[in-house]
């Protein structure tokens, strides 16, 4: 799976992470980015990011991009 660019991540975009906790199994958690915390354009595991739940992880796939944010 190929990581997903920064550029391509937004504030209010729709994300599935995969969570510190859950890097063994692959689980992935649906929600809302709400900061993007990696500063460089890519990352080999991918860009980190906080959600608006508070959770953070790794972005493996964008679901849906929000509205012009």
């Known amino acids: ?14 994300v599935r992470i995969v969570l510190k906790a859950d890097q063994r199994t692959g ?24 959600l608006e739940n508070g959770q953070v992880g790794r972005v493996k796939e964008l679901v849906e991009s929000g509205q012009n944010v």
């Not at 799976?1 to 729709?14: C, D, L, Q, T």
């Not at 990696?38 to 906080?50: A, L, N, Q």
Request: hydrophobic residues 30%.
């Open 1 to 14: 799976m190929s990581s997903v660019p920064r550029s391509a991540i937004k504030k209010g975009y729709r």
């Open 27 to 50: 689980k992935l958690t649906d929600g809302v980015v709400k900061d993007i915390l990696t500063k460089s354009t890519t990352h080999p595991h991918g860009i980190k990011v906080r």
